[in-house]
């Protein structure tokens, strides 16, 4: 299989399952759900279909509870599952403006009915 065909047939399975794109990358073997989130940018039949996953609150603040604690930020990332550059931003976010920095943003409040 190529890489092309590879690649048609994740993001084939992720918008035609319940999947997401962890268990895509799990049933498949490949790719990384990082590649996974970019390729269907890549590919105007699904331009803007992606969105962004809302991290809750909960994973923010634990985060910040590990760093503070003298645990690295790639650690805390590895065990909550989620990217370095998340944890890098929640941190520097949390030290220029408290807990009131790491509320998830409205993705709505800016649309007007």
């Not at 105007?44 to 910040?64: D, F, Q, V």
Request: charged content about 20%.
């Amino acid at each position: 299989m190529s890489g092309l065909e590879e690649r048609e047939r994740a993001v084939g399975l992720y918008f035609t399952t319940p999947m997401t794109t962890a268990q895509v990358v799990e049933h498949l073997g490949y790719p990384t759900r990082q590649c996974l989130e970019r390729w269907p940018a890549m590919d105007s039949r699904y331009a803007g279909h992606m969105a962004k996953p809302i991290i809750p609150l909960e994973t923010r603040t634990k985060a910040i509870e590990l760093v503070l604690g003298g645990i690295q930020q790639k650690q805390a990332a590895e065990r909550l599952g989620v990217s370095v550059g998340a944890v890098h931003n929640w941190v520097k976010a949390y030290r220029e403006g408290g807990m009131a920095a790491l509320q998830p943003r409205n993705r709505n409040a800016s649309q007007t009915n």
